[in-house]
Nanobody
Framework: QVQLVESGGGSVQAGGSLRLSCAAS?????MGWFRQAPRKEREGVAGIYTSGGSTYYADSVKGRFTISRDNAKNTVYLQMNSLKPEDTAMYYCAADMFDGLNPLYWGQGTQVTVSS
């Protein structure tokens, strides 16, 4: 069983930046982030593969968010720039979502609030 511990998040004005971190207690093949805003469906934001480092992003964050990882630390980062009010959501770290939608492991979530 892998545990995911998140840090980062908070409140920022539109146009600002935040960085999320997520440390895994063990090896994972894929790590990434999902988010869910009130009254909206959960959305996959970004993911990164341990082997090779390939990444993928939701269209809504491409060019603004960057996912990276430190394999030695089993830690993934999400650098969020040019934040918009519509980025406001609870962000969840996730791991081993082999179908892209259903992770085997979840973090506890961290709130990101972007004010206009």
């Amino acid at each position: 069983q892998v545990q995911l511990v998140e840090s980062g998040g908070g409140s920022v004005q539109a146009g600002g930046s935040l960085r999320l971190s997520c440390a895994a207690s063990g090896y994972t093949y894929i790590m990434g982030w999902f988010r869910q805003a009130p009254r909206k469906e959960r959305e996959g934001v970004a993911g990164i593969y341990t082997s090779g480092g390939s990444t993928y992003y939701a269209d809504s964050v491409k060019g603004r968010f960057t996912i990276s990882r430190d394999n030695a630390k089993n830690t993934v980062y999400l650098q969020m720039n040019s934040l918009k009010p519509e980025d406001t959501a609870m962000y969840y770290c996730a791991a081993d979502m082999f179908d892209g939608l259903n992770p085997l492991y979840w973090g506890q979530g961290t709130q990101v609030t972007v004010s206009s």
